[in-house]
């Protein structure tokens, strides 16, 4: 069974910090996203990686950078956090079809 | 752009009832299309894909969804509810041309009185 593993269930941060979250798959995908969940707002994709060292910028990709250094990790970074990036962070991983998605990160900027 | 709309933001409904969720969407080339789950305090989960060949699929757990291509439509659909049926439901396109990039719908609430 595929595991997507996203290191934190909660952060909380302040504003202005830098903000890292990992997401680890174990299934060798090519593919890995990034998306953030709102309520009433659905899932919106930030970035995407098709390999290791590729990005794609999806819908949201401002305040937003990645990482993609090995494979199997798909790191997601905000390089000032502020407090409109509270959220919940949902990391997914494929290969082709379908997606399979962490547990999700909910991030809290104060 | 692609988009995918979910017409119903939240649906009540008590057990044994018929559902049926909407979703439409807006891409003219082919497409996959999903339908994921997210059950409280649980990631998402795939209930059921469309990616060609009959229009009606089955999925988990009794979910059917119906792809109607001349209303780019793909309605999900459960002839009886249970209380367990309680979550989120998620519609999804994926465009067919090889990017693998996923558009999602706002999400529908349903909650299933017992």
């Known amino acids: 069974d595929v595991k997507v593993t996203q290191s934190s269930r909660y952060l909380v941060k302040r504003t202005g910090e830098k903000v890292f979250l990992e997401c680890v798959q174990d299934m060798d995908h090519e593919n890995m996203f990034w998306y953030r969940q709102d309520p009433g707002l659905g899932l919106r994709l930030i970035y995407f990686?098709?390999?290791?060292?590729?990005?794609e910028k999806g819908d949201i990709p401002e305040g937003y950078s990645v990482s993609r250094e090995k494979k199997e990790r798909f790191s997601l970074i905000l390089e000032s956090a502020s407090t409109n990036q509270t959220s919940m962070y949902l990391c997914?991983?494929?290969?082709?079809?379908?997606?399979?998605f962490g547990n999700g990160t909910r991030l809290t900027v104060t | 752009a692609q988009s995918v709309s979910q017409h119903n933001h939240h649906v009540i409904l008590s057990e044994a009832a018929s559902l049926e969720l909407g979703c439409n969407y807006s891409y003219g080339g082919t497409v996959n299309l999903f339908w994921y789950v997210q059950y409280p305090g649980q990631h998402l989960q795939l209930l059921l894909k469309y990616f060609s060949g009959d229009p009606l699929v089955k999925g988990i757990k009794g979910f059917e969804a119906e792809f109607i291509k001349s209303k780019f439509s793909f309605n999900l659909r459960k002839p009886s509810v249970q209380w367990s049926d309680t979550a989120e439901y998620f519609c999804a396109v994926m465009e067919s041309s090889g990017t693998y990039k996923y558009i999602f719908g706002t999400g529908t609430r349903l909650k299933v009185l017992a």
């Open positions: 990686s098709y390999d290791v060292k590729m990005k």
């Open positions: 997914a991983s494929s290969s082709r079809v379908p997606l399979h």
